[in-house]
């Protein structure tokens, strides 16, 4: 999807809403000084799909 919705950190795990509506990811950012890596959850309008099919 570009950079409209990538970045340097790694995207996973697409889903689109039961009504069609939404899109879901998450954003798994580099490790921190644990080792571990945060993960948050993102979401977008479903016509950006649309859009950069350019449709």
Do not use: H, Q
């Amino acid at each position: 999807m570009g950079d409209t919705i990538n970045t340097a950190a790694a995207e996973n795990y697409p889903s689109v809403s039961p009504d069609g509506k939404f899109l879901f990811f998450d954003r798994r950012l580099p490790a921190d000084e644990n080792g571990e890596k945060p993960v948050d959850i993102y979401w977008a309008d479903a016509k950006i799909i649309e859009e950069l099919r350019g449709e």
